[in-house]
């Protein structure tokens, strides 16, 4: 065993082994804290990926082996627990599996050599939400959903000792308006001990909305600590008696949860993104972003980066949400923006601003990055594929000016069908069986979507 987990496993009493299933839901599973020896990073531990949601019944049988380097003390057990995020291996070959999120990412970190690159570094940003109480009923005739929160400007009739945060009025509230910057600060605690490099939090928005962002990390790290922090704030919050959600549309008339990523690759002695090209960018740069712009606009990244039917309700005009096939320095309304704040070379980079939490972080930055090292490596020009730059807002454009940009799918079947027809620079990392599975289980989400009806179709519709 590595010397960093000898220091972490003093006293420990249970080793906790967390395994990403398809939707990237952590499953786990609780060892005794005398099986952390050898044996254990050697050998793993069995189980059943059918269950997991890849995997097929009749070759199912899958080993989870504890990666060293993910060791941290889970903060959520009375007894102390060493926990590991795990890798998974064919019991048939003693190979990475295909379709497991952490190996697929791996495989995507190798293509970078192929662009030059030794890595890519991320930092996300996370927005979520976070509710007294929700409750929800699908029935055959009832629909609804309902939420609870103290802030919501929904609640300014009754009388309340609570501060009412109105409508888009949230952005940077100062308590006590800012009613959970305690719990944010608590759950930054916890991130730091972990090891996860915040850069800082705060209150977004819409009411009830908040954000935590973090500082650049290599990317396998980057994603396992989006799940982390999901992992985290949810254990928190059941702690609280509240509840946490990363919807990226929870709240009519309100602004979404996405997650921007800042990002740029590099080799061993530069940031290989800066460059004199546009606003410190270099043509490698301005390649990936066409390569990010062109396979969202045929659906095949957003199938992984917006996975959801919710995630097309955040992707509307009118919230700064980030829906045309464009690109520009400091424009919020584009989908991918240069940071005008970043003024060093080292330092300047690219942010992705379409993606949303509700993705599998694995799969999703996976796809990121193939999409950006395709358009690297077919040498794509944003100008000349008319991506920008737009360095105007859209919500403020003439028609005719409006007419120009290009816009992305506004639907998850229509991305989904992008996906079947754009699938090739994913193909080094995304077996076919896994593009396949991942059709199929988000196919049926929309089709049962699709299936249910709406109250505001009553609204609109029901007096014909």
Known sequence: MKEHIEKLSKGVEFIDLKVVDISGRIRHILLPGNRLNDELFEEGIGFDASNYGYATVEDSDMIAVPDEETAFIDP?????????????????????????PRNVLINTLKELKSVGAKGAL?????????????????GVNKVSYEIEAKEGYWNSEELSKNMIVEKKTGYHRSPPADYFAGFRNE?????????????????????????????FQDALKAADSIIIIKYLLHNLAYKYGIRITFMPKPLYGEAGNGMHIHQFLYDDHKNLFSGDSYSGLGEMALNYVAGILQHSLSGSLLAFTNPTTNSYRRLVPGFEAPICAAFARGNRSAAIRIPGYVKKA??????????????????????????????????L????????????????????????????PTDLSTVLNGLKNDKDFLSSAFDDSLIENWFNKKDEEANY???????????????L
């Not at 959520?76 to 497991?100: H, I, M, P, W």
């Not at 799969?363 to 490596?377: F, P, Q, T």
């Not at 979507?449 to 029901?462: R, T």
């Open 187 to 215: 759950a930054v605690k916890h991130l730091i001990e972990l090891g996860i490099p915040v850069k800082y939090h705060h209150h977004e928005v819409s009411s009830a909305q908040h954000e935590i962002e973090l500082y």
């Open 76 to 100: 959520f057990y009375e007894a102390k627990t060493l926990s590991f995020f795990c890798n998974v291996y064919r019991t048939s070959d003693g190979k990475l599996y295909g379709q497991y």
């Open 381 to 408: 020009d944003p100008g000349k594929l008319n991506f920008g730059p737009l360095e105007s807002n859209i919500y403020q454009m003439t028609d005719q000016e409006k007419a120009k940009i290009q816009y992305f």
């Open 449 to 463: 979507i699709m299936n249910i009806p709406s109250p505001a179709e009553y609204q609109l519709y029901f007096d």
């Open 122 to 138: 991320l930092a996300p940003e996370l927005e979520f939400h976070i509710f007294d109480a929700v409750s929800y009923s699908i």
């Open 346 to 379: 080292e330092k300047v980079r690219v942010e992705f601003r379409t993606i949303d939490a509700s993705c599998n972080p694995y799969y999703a930055i996976s796809a990121m990055l193939l999409a950006g090292i395709d358009g690297i490596k077919r040498k």
